[in-house]
């Protein structure tokens, strides 16, 4: 993967070392023409984020939260069975997960389009089970339907990164993830809450271990999962004075974040939501 270097200066106060003066330097897992590929698309594939040992530490620890979180899984399945099983909170609940906090693949490109101080929105999975038909399919949605009509002169519009990191290779057996190019910039209106057929929507397959990042508001859906289950983990990122994703409710108290923030530095903060801002 190409690589180039970017440098902020700050404002303030906010230097990751507090000692080299006010700027970030950032190597950024990506290229200029990639950025700007992704600035316009609202989204950027990335194969090979995770592979051997790697990607089965990721399956295995999905693997295990699934059995912890039997029961929420089994409800989860009998009610809204095209958007499967959703846990939460991944960081706090599993290392391996923690590990991901400054994982510089997708952190940097984060950073080079939303500038150096952003954080977590969270970490989840979303695990689909196969079955036939409409209902093992997710319809079209976007990830923050906070935007207003008309929209005012000093709107902050919300930007969001979501890395949608596939555990399992998606093809027809587990479905693709479908997507819009540029539906990101249409804010004049919303996507469709239904499975219909959009004008201009592409199919996107990867294999295992990578990825496909979209702007939180590209419109998306995943196309139905047919023979085998469908693992994928949701790693957001969101400049550091948004708010955190409101689903899944409070992280538990007891998560390993708890203990991790007492040592954390400033940058470890920052990533969990602990200032960052002004
Ligand atoms: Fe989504």
């Known amino acids: 993967m190409e690589r180039h270097k970017l440098r902020y200066e700050m404002m303030n106060k906010f230097d990751p070392s507090g000692e080299t003066g006010y700027n970030w330097e950032i190597e950024v897992h990506a290229t200029p023409e990639e950025l700007q590929a992704f600035a316009e698309s609202g989204y950027l594939i990335r194969e090979g984020l995770f592979q051997g040992e790697a990607l089965q530490k990721l399956r295995d620890a999905l693997d295990r939260l699934e059995e912890r979180e ?10 809204k069975k095209g958007w499967g099983f959703i846990p939460r909170h991944l960081m706090d609940k599993d290392e391996v997960f923690l590990d991901l906090l400054k994982f510089q693949p997708t952190l940097s490109i984060a950073r080079a389009m939303m500038g150096p101080l ?5 970490l989840s999975a979303r695990i689909t089970y196969p079955g036939d038909g409409r209902q093992h399919q997710t319809p079209w949605h976007q990830h923050m339907r906070v935007i ?3 929209i005012p002169p000093w709107f ?8 949608l990191i596939y555990l399992d290779d998606l093809n027809e057996d587990t479905g693709a993830v479908a997507i819009v190019p540029g539906s990101h910039d249409w804010l004049d209106k919303a996507s469709p809450t239904v499975h219909e057929l959009v004008e201009g929507e592409v199919h ?3 294999k295992a271990g ?8 590209l419109w998306h859906r995943g196309l139905p999962t047919l023979n085998a289950k ?7 990122y969101t400049p550091t004075w948004l708010r955190k994703s409101p689903h899944g409710g409070a992280q538990p108290e007891d998560g390993l974040t708890h203990d991790f923030l007492k040592e954390a530095d400033f940058e470890e903060r920052m990533l ?4 960052g801002y002004s």
Request: net charge positive; with cysteine; glycine share 14%.
């Open 156 to 163: 902050s519009r919300p930007h969001c990164i979501d890395c």
């Open 230 to 236: 469908r693992r994928m983990l949701i790693l957001s």
């Open 204 to 206: 996107l397959q990867v």
């Open 148 to 150: 207003s009509n008309p």
């Open 210 to 217: 990578g990825g496909v990042l979209i702007h939180g508001n």
């Open 272 to 275: 969990l939501g602990v200032g």
């Open 70 to 79: 039997s029961e929420k899984r089994d409800s989860a399945i009998a009610g």
């Open 118 to 122: 952003v954080r977590l929105r969270g």
